[in-house]
């Protein structure tokens, strides 16, 4: 039998008035099994690291120099002064 998570146990918690109860666990359970949302708004499968950004690249000249990411355009800037 495997444990509940401590965000399905704490909504749990929250919603019914007493917490170690078929109905509060059964609640618990979708919660730590991504099936609902907790009262926060947000899903297991929400909780995931975001992938990698799949932009373009975009070749940048500063200063005689080239770079292919603008988006660091800043941060090459701050390192060239």
Not at 18 to 37: E, L, Q, R, T
Request: aromatic fraction near 12%; charged fraction near 30%.
């Amino acid at each position: 039998m495997t444990k509940l998570c401590s965000r399905g146990k704490s909504a749990a918690k929250r919603k019914f008035a007493v917490y170690p109860s078929a109905y509060a666990n059964a609640y618990a359970s979708k919660i730590c099994a991504g099936k609902i949302k907790d009262p926060s708004g947000v899903k297991r499968k929400d909780w995931k690291p975001k992938g990698a950004y799949n932009g373009k690249f975009i070749e940048v000249e500063m200063n005689d120099k080239r770079y292919s990411n603008s988006s660091l355009k800043n941060y090459y800037n701050d390192l060239l002064k």
